[in-house]
């Protein structure tokens, strides 16, 4: 079952307090410092991640198994762990990205 999580903005604005994710090449916000749940992304020229993720807002949720949920989906980002604690994956449904999170 899928929990909302948060949803992605991309942006070209540097954002106050955002962060490099060297693996992604991108600057990202912390959406749970954000009352609405909102991470802006800026992206580095290069970016690993899928121009459907750079160009549209996503919605992230997270559900129990990555593996289970990926299953018979239009996989646009196979999983990446991120840290021991989460591992992302991006699927392609109604013509917009949607971010699947594994959180241990």
Same mark, same amino acid.
């Given at each position: $079952?899928?929990?909302? @999580?948060?949803?992605?903005?991309? +942006?070209?604005?540097? =954002?106050? *307090?955002?962060?490099? @994710?060297? +693996? #992604?090449?991108?600057? #990202?916000?912390?959406?749970?410092?954000?009352?609405?749940?909102?991470?802006?992304?800026? %992206?580095?020229? *290069?970016? !690993?991640?899928?121009?459907?993720? =750079?160009?549209? /807002?996503?919605? /992230?949720? +997270?559900?129990?198994?990555?593996?289970?949920?990926?299953? *018979?989906?239009?996989?646009?980002?196979?999983?990446? &762990? !991120?840290?021991?604690? #989460? +591992?992302? /994956? %991006?699927?392609?449904?109604? *013509?917009?990205a949607i971010?699947? $999170?594994? &959180?241990?």
């Amino acid at each position: $079952m899928r929990t909302f @999580n948060h949803v992605g903005i991309p +942006t070209t604005t540097k =954002q106050d *307090g955002e962060s490099l @994710n060297e +693996t #992604l090449s991108v600057w #990202l916000t912390d959406y749970s410092k954000s009352p609405n749940r909102i991470e802006y992304l800026r %992206f580095e020229e *290069g970016s !690993c991640l899928p121009e459907l993720v =750079q160009t549209i /807002a996503h919605i /992230a949720y +997270t559900v129990p198994s990555i593996e289970e949920e990926l299953k *018979g989906k239009k996989v646009i980002f196979p999983p990446l &762990v !991120c840290n021991e604690n #989460l +591992t992302i /994956a %991006f699927i392609e449904e109604e *013509g917009i990205a949607i971010e699947i $999170m594994e &959180v241990k």
